[in-house]
């Protein structure tokens, strides 16, 4: 499938993805087929959140967190067909008397944004590197919740990653923006090759605001990864009421496409997707959802996607919340479970 788009004019800011190019991108990228559950812990009582999903040395992993009662770990899990997953074990665990104590939900950078790409991670100056959701206050998502930076030597391993570094973005912080001053949460940084932001790191990430009580999708730049400035005056992606969340970013020919979760602007939680030319400039997908709940284990939330394309087939992994508890679930573009 060619998704070239116009033409280079078109990257022009302020210029919308026309509605014929959305309507190719939702028919590259939708997933029809329920697989059922890929991620699941023995201990019901417990949650699987979260995948972020890259390869190497021909091997499938996947980061995701887990939430106990008291807050986030990460975890690692490795795949040889996407479908079977084992675990490896933890890679972010708690910690005493640090501002990150009972909270390390963890997303790893960098990973190769190209569709149908080898999803290969990125070393930066001889590391690799993750963003996390960090706080010391113990419960779900509970307190003032930050975005930190951890790195590692080894990215296949189940060992502890360093998050002795300071926090990068706060609500605390004071040239923090009026969508985001009360909590931040999830986050994702690509590399930008183009620089469209003159930066060649971009953060997205979801904050909800003390009076603006809703959950947008906001940008930050960096020219190191460790120093990070806010990106833009107002959320990227908003629907001024809900929350729309998790980004995950990819590109299809000249095309970056946004998938995200929507919820509580309209019953449920749900997937979507946006466009773009610049990574700046989103045109919001206004059709039909990428995912909806339709079984008993995503009755509740179908939510919080990785998407990538392999071997001709679309995966697109997500939060599932039904029947058996917080686990992650799988739909594809191709029924895989004949």
């Given at each position: 499938m060619s998704l070239t788009s116009l033409s280079q004019t078109n990257t022009s800011t302020n210029m919308e993805v026309?509605?014929?190019?959305m309507e190719k991108v939702f028919d590259e990228i939708k997933t029809p087929f329920k697989y059922g559950i890929v991620i699941q812990h023995p201990d019901s009582t417990k949650m699987v959140d979260s995948p972020t999903i890259f390869r190497k040395n021909n091997v499938w992993y996947m980061t995701y967190i887990v939430f106990d009662g008291k807050g986030y770990e990460t975890w690692l899990s490795e795949s040889d067909d996407l479908l079977h997953w084992e675990s490896k074990g933890k890679i972010l665990s708690f910690t005493e008397n640090t501002w990150d104590a009972n909270q390390k939900a963890?997303?790893?950078?960098?990973?190769?944004?190209?569709?149908?790409?080898?999803?290969s991670v990125e070393k930066y100056q001889?590391?690799?590197?993750?963003?996390?959701?960090?706080?010391?206050?113990?419960?779900?998502?509970?307190?003032t919740l930050k975005i930190g930076l951890a790195n590692s030597t080894t990215?296949?391993?189940?060992?502890e990653w360093n998050t002795k570094l300071p926090p990068l973005l706060s609500p605390d912080d004071e040239d923090v923006r009026w969508f985001e001053d009360k909590t931040i949460y999830k986050s994702l940084v690509i590399r930008d090759d183009s620089k469209h932001t003159g930066h060649p790191f971009v953060m997205y990430y979801n904050a909800k605001g003390d009076t603006a009580k809703y959950e947008s999708i906001a940008m930050a730049v960096s020219d190191d990864m460790l120093t990070w400035k806010r990106y833009g005056e107002n959320p990227v992606i908003t629907r001024g009421k809900g929350i729309c969340g998790?980004?995950?970013?990819?590109?299809?020919?000249?095309?970056?496409?946004m998938f995200y979760f929507g919820a509580f602007w309209k019953p449920g939680?749900?997937?979507?997707?946006?466009?773009?030319?610049?990574?700046?400039?989103?045109t919001d997908w206004q059709g039909e959802d990428l995912l909806t709940p339709s079984e008993d284990y995503d009755e509740k939330y179908a939510h919080k996607p990785w998407v990538l394309k392999w071997n001709g087939v679309v995966y697109h992994f997500y939060n599932a919340v039904g029947i058996?508890?917080?686990?992650i679930a799988l739909a594809t573009s191709k029924d895989l479970t004949k």
């Open positions: 026309p509605q014929e190019e963890g997303y790893v950078s960098l990973v190769d944004i190209n569709w149908a790409s080898d999803y001889d590391k690799y590197w993750m963003t996390y959701l960090g706080g010391n206050t113990a419960g779900y998502e509970a307190g990215l296949t391993s189940a060992t998790d980004a995950q970013i990819t590109k299809i020919g000249d095309i970056y496409v939680a749900f997937e979507r997707f946006a466009c773009s030319y610049d990574l700046i400039n989103w058996s508890g917080r686990v």
